[in-house]
Nanobody
């Protein structure tokens, strides 16, 4: 079974930074598509970024390119989301999700925003960007 635990959310001023962590409990850590998705009230869940673990290929949504960075620590089985230059519109609950196991980097890059592609989810962590 795969379990995911997010941490690192909080309140930050516009222009500030936060780093989220997603600890993955699984037998292996290779060949997973780990995606960060976010949801704010009244909006659909949105794919933010993803990484195909092991290989380390990364993918980003247009709204966060150049501001957010996803990375992995394979020894700790943890995926990180470094968020810089935060904006009020980044306010949301952020979820990490695992899926497309063994599917390859192409599918990870094409489907990281699709909820249905991810059977394993963390509990979510709140990020609030406000002055």
């Amino acid at each position: 079974d795969v379990q995911l635990v997010e941490s690192g959310g909080g309140l930050v001023q516009p222009g500030g930074s936060l780093r989220l962590s997603c600890a993955v409990s699984s037998v292996t850590f290779s060949s997973y598509c780990i995606s960060w998705l976010r949801q704010s009230p009244g909006k659909e869940r949105e794919g933010v970024t993803a990484i195909y673990t092991g290989v380390g290929s990364t993918y980003y949504g247009d709204s966060v390119k150049g501001r957010f960075t996803i990375s992995q620590d394979t020894a700790k089985k943890t995926v990180y989301l470094q968020m810089d230059s935060l904006k009020p519109e980044d306010t949301a609950t952020y979820y990490c999700a695992a899926g497309l196991i063994g599917a390859g980097t192409w599918f990870c890059g094409r489907r990281f925003g699709e909820k249905a592609a991810f059977p394993h989810w963390g509990q979510g962590t709140q990020v609030t960007v406000s002055s």
